[in-house]
């Protein structure tokens, strides 16, 4: 895994919502990682909503030589040399997150005020609800000191919004996934859901494993259960499931 200035990991992963994500004719799409992409406001608000940009301009040779300045951007520095990377990409962060093109605040230094910590106010700018069974659900203003994300729902799914955080009136949520064993007449299958079942399984494989995107759920269990109206993944894990349409999948809410 590389780290650094250029700190970006292509992951491959298989498509299963085909009729709403835009993929390659073999189902497989990849995600571009870049800094700041889980943690600052401007690198979520990014990978929210641009993402389709940067994995293209990582796919474009030309483009990619100049990937510094996508992990520039996204932790604080200046977003103009977006423009002679990506034009599309400088473009979508202009539209849809203008405060990554705000005037950057002057880093405190030596003059700066001691706060002490029981002063320093809420540990995120976002606020988000405590992480429960059925997961937390963030709003980008407000301030909190819940964390929502994936560790904080034990490495579940987290979706946002389009527009998330630099809209409002958007909103971010996370998910536990768990597996239980049940029987699902004739067959012993193993069923996952987005929530917390208590069993401690995250992980479900058998012959065949099915999931349906909109329900959140997964299951595994012989070849011939069959899949229905459900997408076949090679296993049932939080890395299988995929937000709805209108939303984008992020590694944290909060920020």
Same mark, same amino acid.
């Given at each position: 895994?590389?780290?650094?200035?250029?700190?970006?990991?292509?992951?491959?992963?298989?498509?299963?919502?085909?009729?709403?994500?835009?993929?390659?004719?073999?189902?497989?799409?990849?995600?571009?990682h870049f &800094?700041?992409?889980?943690?600052?406001?401007?690198?979520?608000?990014?990978?929210?909503?641009?993402?389709?940009?940067?994995?293209?301009?990582?796919?474009?040779?030309?483009?990619?030589?100049?990937?510094?300045?996508?992990?520039?951007?996204?932790?604080?520095? &200046?977003?103009?040399?977006?423009? =002679?990377?990506?034009?599309?990409?400088?473009?979508?962060?202009?539209?849809?997150?203008?405060?990554?093109?705000?005037?950057?605040?002057?880093?405190?230094?030596?003059?700066?005020?001691?706060?002490?910590?029981?002063?320093?106010?809420?540990?995120?700018?976002?606020?988000? =609800?405590?992480?429960?069974?059925?997961?937390?659900?963030?709003?980008?203003?407000?301030?909190?000191?819940?964390?929502?994300?994936?560790?904080?729902?034990? *490495?579940?799914?987290?979706?946002?919004?389009?527009?998330?955080?630099?809209?409002?009136?958007?909103?971010? &949520?996370?998910?536990?996934?768990?597996?239980?064993?049940?029987?699902? =007449?004739?067959?012993?299958?193993?069923?996952?859901?987005?929530?917390?079942?208590?069993?401690?399984?995250?992980? *479900?494989?058998?012959?065949?494993?099915?999931?349906?995107?909109?329900?959140?759920?997964?299951?595994?269990?012989?070849?011939?259960?069959?899949?229905?109206?459900?997408?076949?993944?090679?296993?049932?894990?939080?890395?299988a499931m995929?937000?709805?349409? =209108?939303?984008?999948?992020?590694?944290?809410?909060?920020?």
């Amino acid at each position: 895994m590389l780290t650094g200035e250029v700190a970006r990991r292509l992951i491959t992963v298989a498509t299963v919502a085909s009729l709403w994500l835009a993929c390659t004719p073999s189902g497989l799409g990849q995600t571009c990682h870049f &800094s700041g992409d889980d943690s600052s406001p401007c690198g979520i608000c990014i990978a929210a909503n641009c993402q389709t940009q940067v994995n293209a301009c990582c796919g474009n040779d030309d483009c990619a030589s100049e990937l510094a300045t996508i992990d520039a951007c996204a932790t604080g520095s &200046s977003c103009s040399g977006l423009t =002679s990377t990506s034009a599309d990409l400088a473009t979508c962060v202009a539209s849809s997150c203008a405060m990554c093109n705000e005037a950057r605040a002057p880093d405190a230094g030596s003059d700066a005020e001691d706060v002490d910590a029981h002063d320093a106010g809420p540990r995120f700018t976002s606020n988000c =609800s405590t992480p429960t069974s059925t997961g937390c659900i963030c709003s980008p203003k407000g301030g909190g000191s819940d964390e929502c994300s994936e560790a904080a729902v034990n *490495g579940g799914l987290c979706c946002a919004d389009r527009g998330w955080p630099e809209a409002g009136d958007t909103l971010c &949520s996370c998910e536990p996934f768990t597996c239980e064993q049940v029987f699902d =007449s004739p067959f012993v299958t193993l069923r996952c859901e987005l929530r917390d079942l208590h069993t401690g399984i995250t992980e *479900g494989t058998g012959a065949l494993c099915c999931i349906n995107v909109f329900l959140g759920s997964c299951r595994c269990g012989p070849s011939d259960m069959g899949c229905n109206d459900e997408d076949v993944v090679p296993r049932c894990n939080a890395q299988a499931m995929r937000c709805i349409s =209108s939303r984008s999948r992020v590694k944290t809410c909060s920020f």
